[in-house]
């Protein structure tokens, strides 16, 4: 029996940003991984080639078996961080288990110029991340999805745009 597949750090990128515009059949392919669903099950859901379609996005990073799954918070596996590049350590700072100090007026302003700050410099292609900023109940909640910005403003905007949001938005949740 195959184990089932999961979408790794950049998977779910290119399902918030479509940051590669992969084509519509891995697309879909990629939208069905779940964590659940092994190889067979998902060549009865895939149009086409299913096979072809799981290899591509294993060999492109953005899916994973659990069988070499990397554990929890080890973040993007080694095909996926040499597709993707890897950031300073500096750059962004690590979740902290201690409150940020923000109270729930200042998380909502926050939220709320992320959003605008990120459409304004990247247009719709941001519309599912900047959902899942909107949802982040707390700044620990909040805070990898201003690293999945960051890099996404890295990748299609270069590093002074990103290290200009790090330094406004990054650090105000880091700090």
Same mark, same amino acid.
């Given at each position: 029996?195959?184990?089932?597949?999961?979408?790794?750090?950049?998977?779910? &990128?290119?399902? !918030?940003?479509? =940051?590669?515009?992969?084509?519509?059949? +891995?697309?879909?392919?990629?939208?069905?991984? !779940?964590?659940?669903?092994?190889?067979?099950?998902?060549?009865?859901?895939?149009?086409? !080639?299913?096979?072809?379609?799981?290899?591509?996005?294993?060999?492109?990073?953005?899916?994973?078996? &659990?069988?070499?799954?990397?554990?929890?918070?080890?973040?993007? &596996?080694?095909?996926?961080?040499?597709?993707?590049?890897?950031?300073?350590?500096?750059? +962004?700072?690590?979740?902290?288990?201690?409150?940020?100090?923000?109270?729930?007026?200042? +998380?909502?302003?926050?939220?709320?110029?992320?959003?605008?700050?990120?459409? !304004?410099?990247?247009?719709?292609?941001?519309?599912?991340? @900047?959902?899942?900023?909107?949802?982040?109940?707390? @700044?620990?909640? +909040?805070?990898?999805? &201003?690293?999945?910005?960051?890099?996404?403003?890295?990748?299609?905007?270069?590093?002074?745009?990103?290290?200009?949001?790090?330094?406004?938005? =990054?650090?105000?949740?880091?700090?």
């Amino acid at each position: 029996m195959q184990l089932p597949y999961r979408k790794t750090a950049r998977g779910q &990128l290119e399902i !918030d940003a479509r =940051v590669d515009r992969l084509a519509p059949r +891995l697309r879909t392919t990629l939208i069905l991984v !779940d964590g659940k669903r092994d190889g067979a099950a998902l060549a009865r859901l895939c149009p086409g !080639d299913c096979e072809a379609a799981l290899a591509t996005l294993l060999a492109g990073g953005y899916i994973e078996s &659990l069988a070499h799954a990397a554990p929890p918070g080890a973040g993007l &596996l080694p095909a996926a961080a040499a597709a993707a590049p890897a950031l300073p350590a500096a750059k +962004l700072v690590a979740q902290r288990s201690e409150p940020t100090g923000l109270d729930p007026r200042a +998380l909502a302003q926050l939220r709320r110029d992320v959003v605008r700050h990120l459409i !304004d410099r990247l247009g719709p292609m941001v519309e599912g991340l @900047a959902m899942r900023i909107e949802k982040s109940a707390n @700044a620990e909640q +909040l805070l990898p999805h &201003l690293q999945r910005a960051y890099q996404l403003l890295r990748d299609q905007r270069g590093a002074a745009m990103a290290d200009e949001f790090e330094q406004r938005f =990054v650090a105000a949740v880091s700090v």
